[in-house]
């Protein structure tokens, strides 16, 4: 019955090209990609974030340097607060889960405190692992409204921390306790000891609970050094972290990587660091009103500064949140350009309507050229064109429309809408009412020039931008206008615009890649080498986008040999090994129909001690399908899944997928079915259509369809009018 199942689902995917899944029971994660199942919950939705230290003695998550994304474990997984300081990488798993896990949410989270057990059944009883997270970090893989619990897959991860290992000083003469927090890399501590000014050997310290370590030793008015030994095994030492001059309750903080002097922490710029920590919007008003409660100062330029780094973040919500608070706290004067920045974040989190609503009930004296254009963004932000040019009309009205933003933003708007005709006109008309074009103004009427191929327009358009003095020309109008002229099929002309494109680079080694692209559009290999040559002495360092850019122009020229040269060259100089790189030359090698000597490639990488991502072996897979090497594709689609934990969000080529399906129900391999479409379960999700198909595919067959109608309801999509229809049809 597998094969016959395997041969309808690779017919439905051929005819559908859908994400591919089939139920089966007992959806295990691969353990030994390093992913693990669990479950997690949340803390009360109104408890503090930053009072969640609980069993591991932070009194303060912040002030501890954990933000936010803080977890309980249970006892399996807290270990007797061995694991205070750990994180973890939790990813809702929505196979099992579909209605309240957020697609691909993931959140990375510091074990702060234990999870009880009531041994009678609950979630933290041994032996469960299971995460009581802070409501901020389960926002991240959950959606919000669920009070239950949701099933996760969980990996120990390294922990990235700023401003050094802190070590608290509590007790009193007669009793000596340190609380150690901020440890980066695995973050939790196996061992710690203790060393004073007088005294001359390490003393080893026992933990007293949690992260609080105790000692005997009398260590008051000494210079203090320690020792930790991580989970790991790793040791690091901090020598004279502590002076002499010490009290009980200050902390001191050292560099992660155990060497130099610390010094007592302080608060200077503490709120924008706790804020900017505060990743979700729920977690950011909690931390301005705690800042205010404590006695401390807040002024306006560092509440506009965290706007300012929210609003580069893209975390726009919390930014919103941080302006509200602004407003609507009566110590601050809200400026026209205050406004201005909130009509623009209401604009990203609401919609236009809701900004435009704000902007109506500001005041006169609000309404500025600053307001006026924050609204505008918010049109031109959705491609509304009608509404842009009436607010436009208003904004020359009040004599608000003398801005080159303005035009820049209506050139952008009727471009969007394909009217190229009229981007040029609004350039005349600027230049008429005395507003100057910048580099982006001619920048978008060069576009439409090019996209209509009216390259005498654009030639003459160039032209008169060069000659304008306020007008610095960089690389990157060169490359769009190479780029048109290469589409034309202009060779010559494009060479000239790219000579000019490298007299402009100076150290730009975006600019470098883009001029190797173009050249190797060109087919030009002798240039290509030639510059790289450059802009290895010029740029002196390349990162992995350099040889990523560099690679795919060689795989696309056919020069396979000098790419497999500068893969050894980049593996002798890299320091992280990215597959993203290696990815290229193996494409190249099965797009020429040499996927035995990718897959060897591949091996000897792996023979190196490096784990490939799924996709490397998805792309040998790919290379045995196109030579109907389907026993080897099947291979190499299971070493995929193998190393499923590299990139546990990797989605397989449906096409692959359907091939391999139809060829393991043609060879009618029960157990290797079976296994099959089971490691497909935790990469692929299941769909409605998806059923349907095999629902009328086994109808037609005359075959049970229980069973699919139980793995209906497993994946929590319920049965609509078509399955009934189909049902009716038994």
């Not at 939790?188 to 000692?215: L, Y």
């Not at 005997?216 to 030492?237: E, P």
Request: charged letters at 20%; proline letters at 3%.
């Amino acid at each position: 019955e597998l094969m016959e199942v395997a041969k309808y689902y690779s017919l439905f995917l051929g005819q559908i090209f859908l994400f591919i899944s089939v139920v089966f029971e007992g959806i295990n994660v691969v353990e030994a990609s390093g992913w693990l199942n669990a479950h997690a919950t949340f803390y009360g939705i109104n408890q503090d974030p930053s009072k969640l230290g609980g069993a591991c003695g932070y009194e303060n998550t912040y002030q501890a340097g954990f933000g936010v994304y803080t977890t309980a474990l249970s006892g399996a997984l807290f270990r007797g607060g061995e694991a205070c300081g750990a994180c973890y990488q939790v990813t809702c798993n929505t196979m099992l889960d579909r209605k309240w896990c957020l697609p691909r949410g993931s959140v990375t989270v510091t074990a702060t405190n234990f999870c009880p057990p009531n041994h009678n059944g609950g979630w933290c009883d041994p032996p469960r692992q299971h995460f009581d997270m802070s409501m901020p970090a389960f926002l991240r893989i959950a959606r919000q409204g669920n009070e239950g619990v949701v099933p996760v897959l969980y990996t120990r991860v390294s922990c990235t921390r700023k401003g050094g290992v802190r070590f608290t000083l509590k007790g009193q003469s007669n009793f000596n306790m340190v609380m150690i927090s901020n440890v980066g890399g695995d973050g939790d501590i196996k061992n710690a000891w203790i060393r004073g000014s007088r005294t001359r050997n390490w003393v080893a310290m026992r933990r007293n609970w949690g992260a609080n370590w105790q000692t005997s030793l009398d260590i008051r008015s000494q210079t203090l050094s320690f020792r930790l030994t991580l989970v790991n095994g790793r040791t690091l030492d901090f020598f004279n972290v502590v002076p002499s001059s010490w009290q009980f309750g200050q902390t001191f903080a050292a560099p992660n990587h155990g060497c130099g002097e610390a010094r007592p922490t302080t608060s200077k710029s503490g709120l924008r660091m706790l804020t900017i920590n505060a990743t979700e919007s729920s977690a950011v008003i909690p931390v301005l009103d705690q800042w205010i409660e404590e006695g401390r100062k807040v002024q306006k330029i560092e509440l506009q500064r965290i706007i300012r780094d929210l609003r580069s973040r893209r975390r726009y919500s919390q930014a919103l949140q941080v302006s509200e608070w602004m407003s609507h706290g009566g110590l601050w004067s809200f400026s026209p350009s205050d406004c201005a920045v909130h009509v623009d974040l209401i604009g990203v989190v609401h919609g236009w309507a809701t900004a435009e609503c704000y902007f109506d009930s500001l005041k006169d004296q609000e309404k500025t050229d600053k307001t006026y254009g924050a609204l505008l963004n918010c049109y031109v932000r959705e491609g509304l064109l009608d509404k842009s040019l009436l607010h436009v009309q208003k904004m020359k009205e009040t004599g608000y429309a003398s801005s080159t933003l303005i035009y820049n933003n209506l050139m952008c708007l009727y471009k969007q809408n394909g009217q190229l005709d009229k981007v040029p006109e609004l350039l005349v008309e600027m230049k008429k009412n005395g507003v100057s074009p910048n580099n982006f103004s001619y920048r978008i009427c060069i576009n439409c020039y090019g996209e209509k191929s009216n390259f005498a327009s654009l030639e003459e358009l160039l032209e008169e931008m060069e000659n304008q003095s306020h007008i610095s020309m960089d690389w990157t109008t060169y490359s769009i206008v190479s780029n048109y002229y290469i589409r034309a099929n202009q060779r010559e002309k494009a060479i000239v615009f790219l000579k000019k494109l490298e007299d402009a680079l100076h150290k730009d080694a975006v600019g470098y890649n883009h001029l190797i692209s173009l050249h190797g559009q060109l087919g030009n290999l002798d240039e290509v080498m030639r510059l790289w040559g450059v802009q290895k002495i010029v740029c002196k360092k390349q990162i992995n986008r350099d040889y990523i850019t560099m690679l795919g122009v060689l795989v696309k020229l056919g020069e396979l040999e000098k790419a497999k040269e500068l893969l050894q060259d980049w593996e002798s100089s890299c320091h992280t090994y990215d597959f993203r790189v290696p990815n290229i030359l193996l494409i190249g090698f099965c797009q020429r129909g040499l996927t035995e000597k990718a897959e060897d490639m591949l091996r000897e990488i792996v023979k190196k001690g490096k784990v490939p991502t799924p996709n490397s072996w998805g792309i040998i897979a790919g290379g045995y399908m196109n030579k109907d090497n389907m026993e080897k594709a099947f291979e190499c689609m299971k070493e995929a899944l193998a190393v499923l934990g590299q990139n546990p969000k990797w989605d397989p080529k449906p096409r692959l997928v359907y091939n391999i399906l139809n060829w393991l129900g043609n060879r009618e391999e029960l157990e290797e079915v079976q296994a099959f479409i089971s490691s497909l379960k935790t990469v692929v999700p299941a769909n409605r259509n998806l059923y349907h198909a095999l629902i009328k595919a086994n109808i037609r067959d005359r075959k049970d369809v229980d069973w699919v109608l139980k793995s209906m309801k497993a994946d929590c999509i319920e049965e609509d009018a078509k399955v009934e229809k189909l049902l009716g049809m038994r």
